[in-house]
C-alpha cells in the first residue's frame, strides 16, 4: 500500500499547528535575533563580543536576480527589490573551541542573500542558475541561520551530482509543487527522491550547526521542533494530501 509505504518516510499525521504551546515558544525563541542591528545599512561590518562569545558579520549590496520576487506578489521594481536584500559577505561564529564560519560551508561559487526587512518566518531557498542561496530573513535570527545551513545542504548535493542528476532533480521538485498545485500524477520514485533530498539537506543543516547548539546559541529542542513540525512537516503533509488524491504512481501501483 503506498500509505504504508511512504508512511515510515513522513512525519507523523496533522497539520502544522503554530499555535500548540511548545511550537510557538519554539518560534519566539528563533525568531528573535541574536544580535541588534538597527535599520540594517545596505553595507556595514561589525563585530559583537559578550564573555567568550563572538560574532562577526558584514554584508554588502546585492544585485537583482529574479529569484528575488518568488517570496512575495512583490509590485516593486528591479532596483528597489534589489535594495530590500543584502549579500552576506563573512558570517563568523566563535565560541571557545566551537566555532561556525558560514562561508565554509557554502560549495565553490555559491553565494548568500538575505532580506533583513523580511517578517516572521521567512522563507528560504537556492537559485541554481545564478548559485545564490536566498534568505527571505534577517539573517541575525537562529531560523535565518537554520535556513542557511539547509539550503547549503542542497546546495552541496546539487554540487555533487552530476548534470543529468541535478537536472532530474530540479524537474522532480517542480513536478512535485506542480503535482499539488494542478492535482496532477506524479510518480512514486519522485517522491522519494524529494523527501530524501530534504532529509539529506536537514542532515547536513545539522551537522553545520553544531558549534551553535554546543555553544547554546541554539537549543537542540528548538532545531528538532522547526525541522520536524514545521519543514519536513510541509513536505509530509503535500506527499499525504497527494495519497489521499491517489496521484502518486508507482510501477505496479501498489
Ligand atoms: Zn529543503
Known amino acids: 500500500m503506498k500509505e504504508q509505504y511512504f508512511e515510515k518516510k513522513l512525519e507523523s499525521p496533522g497539520r502544522i499547528d503554530l499555535e500548540k504551546d511548545t511550537l510557538k515558544e519554539t518560534l519566539s525563541r528563533i525568531d528573535t535575533p541574536i544580535v541588534e542591528i538597527h535599520d540594517f545599512p545596505e553595507e556595514g561590518k561589525w563585530d559583537f563580543k559578550k ?3 563572538e560574532l562577526s558579520l558584514s554584508c554588502d549590496e546585492a544585485e537583482f536576480i529574479p529569484a ?17 536584500w543584502r549579500t552576506l559577505k563573512s558570517y ?5 573551541e566551537d566555532k561556525l564560519d558560514t562561508t565554509e560551508i557554502l560549495p565553490d561559487g555559491w553565494k548568500v542573500i538575505f532580506r533583513p ?24 535570527k537562529p531560523v535565518a541561520i537554520l ?18 542528476e541535478r537536472n532530474f532533480v530540479l524537474d522532480t521538485r517542480k513536478e512535485f509543487k506542480e503535482a499539488g498545485r494542478e492535482q496532477q500524477e506524479i510518480e512514486g520514485d519522485k517522491i522519494d527522491r524529494v523527501i530524501k533530498d530534504e532529509r ?14 554546543k555553544s547554546g546559541i541554539l537549543s537542540l529542542n528548538d532545531v528538532r521542533n522547526f525541522i ?21 504512481k508507482t510501477k505496479n501501483n501498489k
Open 200 to 213: 539529506d539537506a536537514w542532515a547536513f543543516a545539522l551537522r553545520t550547526i553544531k558549534p551553535l547548539i
Open 68 to 84: 528575488m520576487q518568488r517570496y512575495r506578489m512583490d509590485t516593486l521594481n528591479k532596483n528597489e527589490l534589489a535594495k530590500q
Open 51 to 53: 564573555e567568550s562569545f
Open 147 to 164: 535556513q542557511l545551513s539547509h539550503e547549503a545542504g542542497h546546495a552541496q548535493i546539487m554540487e555533487s551530482m552530476t548534470d543529468e
Open 117 to 140: 526587512s523580511s517578517g516572521y518566518l521567512g522563507g528560504a531557498g537556492t537559485d541554481d542558475e545564478t548559485k545564490t542561496i536566498l534568505v527571505d530573513q534577517d539573517i541575525t
Open 92 to 96: 563568523k561564529f566563535r565560541s571557545g
Open 228 to 248: 520536524h513540525d514545521i519543514a519536513l512537516k510541509s513536505y509530509s503533509n503535500d506527499v499525504r494530501s497527494l495519497i489521499e488524491k491517489d496521484l502518486i
